[in-house]
């Protein structure tokens, strides 16, 4: 083997390793430094916010029951006073419909506005920061103890953190399955160690889906599994609100005291003290321009203007601002895409809550009996049904029957009861007979319509149409 062969095997190795590390970068944990000011306590109203609604909402009571309980064997959504069923499909589709022109809209009008302040993720990574800094201490004390050699000391802080993470992700667990099963019952069931497989198995699946996404992973869901970070760009345009550094004001970066003239030397308003890098959790430097892991936080907007107060200069050097505006060009926030977008939301939004306030809580079913297609008795023709009565409401109805046919005089409808009480949320099977005159048949098949109401309200009402078989005419 020639000198040259030999060398290539033994630096192949080293070649592969190179080609591994340019494909898949090794994590750098990143230390999110604290933020004060206005941005970040607009984010911790937030989190509080819809971290109390999450955890609070399965313990309210409306109406002797669990106010937001999805009932999946019922097949029944619980919202406050409002019950869903599957029937219902419509308003969920005008919900997701909705969630979307809602992502278009504000990310067109001011970026990721989702991801900084209301995203899961963010949210969860949040308060598992406040944990991690609550035990560990600061993010210089962090990164001190991370380096520091093993230790009983160092051993027992992060047991305690990740003990505190386990637990409050084992709630989240509890929390979210109890959406599905009633809070109270699964407390019981947990404390008799009585809970069913798919109980067990989602409690578990989503405590540990939040230990590992906002304990372990944090910003690498950002960067490589959301799928919103790499689309974005399509709803971006020169006029979006961004978070971005005022180059032409802050260049050319440098050091330098309070007290000294910094545009006679020169520089621009940026000290280079790397605190918006600092404070940033997916650990980028939003002085080099637009980038796709930004999520608008707006903790390097808190971080330099507090820097901008202390140093005497005029806020903003990082802001929410455009890229027309960042190069002297007019900037049109109110565009045709935001009002297109606004308009389509309103029309949508507007649709949905008209199908709300005109959703009638009864669903009525026809089905025809199969075995015979009609019966003799006499000079009359019967045909046979079953009307399936869905009363979709939360009280119980008495509903009574009717029936009529298109050109068929004197159709009669025959049933053991009529009135019909349904109870709430209950469905209900009435076998019913129609019957009309033979002579009355004009054709082989006739169009008939049965109609449900209630007795005390009659403008409770739903109709079905149906078929009517006879002989040959």
Not at 186 to 206: C, D, H, K, Q, S
Not at 443 to 451: A, P, T
């Amino acid at each position: 083997m020639s000198k040259v062969e030999q060398y290539g095997r033994e630096a192949a190795p080293a070649r592969d390793r190179e080609v591994e590390e340019e494909l898949y970068a090794r994590r750098q944990k990143i230390y999110p430094r604290e933020v004060h000011g206005l941005f970040a306590g607009l984010r911790v109203t937030a989190v509080a916010l819809l971290l109390g609604i999450f955890y609070g909402l399965p313990w309210i009571t409306w109406s002797g029951r669990q106010a937001v309980l999805l009932d999946l064997p019922a097949r029944k959504f619980y919202i406050f006073g409002l019950t869903l069923w599957p029937q219902d499909f419509l308003l969920l589709a005008f919900l997701l419909i909705i969630a979307a022109l809602s992502l278009f809209f504000f990310t067109a009008l001011a970026g990721r506005l989702w991801c900084g302040y209301a995203c899961p993720q963010t949210v969860w990574t949040e308060i598992f920061l406040w944990m991690e800094r609550l035990i560990e201490g600061d993010r210089q004390k962090q990164i001190k103890l991370d380096k520091a050699p093993r230790s009983f000391r160092k051993f027992r802080i992060k047991a305690t953190k990740h003990t505190v993470w386990l637990i409050f992700s084992a709630f989240t667990g509890f929390t979210f399955v109890s959406y599905f099963t009633p809070a109270r019952e699964l407390a019981v069931r947990l404390a008799e160690f009585n809970l069913g497989p798919w109980e067990t198995f989602w409690m578990i699946f989503y405590g540990f889906a939040t230990y590992g996404n906002a304990g372990w992973m944090r910003e690498q869901v950002c960067l490589y599994m959301c799928p919103y970070a790499r689309f974005q760009s399509a709803m971006f345009d020169d006029d979006t609100l961004i978070v971005s550094y005022d180059e032409k004001r802050g260049e050319p970066r440098g050091p330098r005291r309070p007290s000294i003239d910094h545009r006679a030397r020169g520089l621009g308003d940026c000290i280079n003290c790397t605190l918006c890098v600092q404070v940033c959790p997916t650990g980028i430097d939003i002085r080099d321009g637009l980038q796709y892991q930004c999520i608008s936080c707006s903790a390097c907007i808190d971080a330099c203007n507090d820097v901008m107060d202390k140093m005497g200069y005029p806020r903003g050097l990082i802001r929410y601002t455009t890229q027309n505006a960042l190069q002297g060009k007019s900037t049109r926030v109110i565009r045709p895409r935001i009002i297109i977008y606004g308009l389509i939301l309103l029309l949508f939004a507007g649709m949905f809550s008209w199908l709300l306030a005109t959703r009638v809580p009864l669903q009525l079913d026809v089905i025809r009996d199969r075995n015979q297609l009609y019966r003799e008795t006499g000079d009359m023709i019967e045909n046979v049904y079953t009307l399936k009565i869905l009363n979709m409401d939360n009280h119980p109805h008495e509903y009574r029957l009717f029936v009529n046919g298109e050109g068929i005089e004197h159709m009669r409808l025959i049933t053991d009861r009529n009135p019909i009480r349904v109870s709430a949320g209950a469905v209900l099977d009435v076998p019913v007979r129609v019957r009309a005159g033979e002579e009355y048949l004009k054709h082989r098949s006739s169009r008939i319509r049965f109609r449900v109401s209630d007795v005390t309200n009659p403008d409770l009402q739903a109709t079905e149409k149906a078929r009517f078989l006879g002989p040959l005419p």
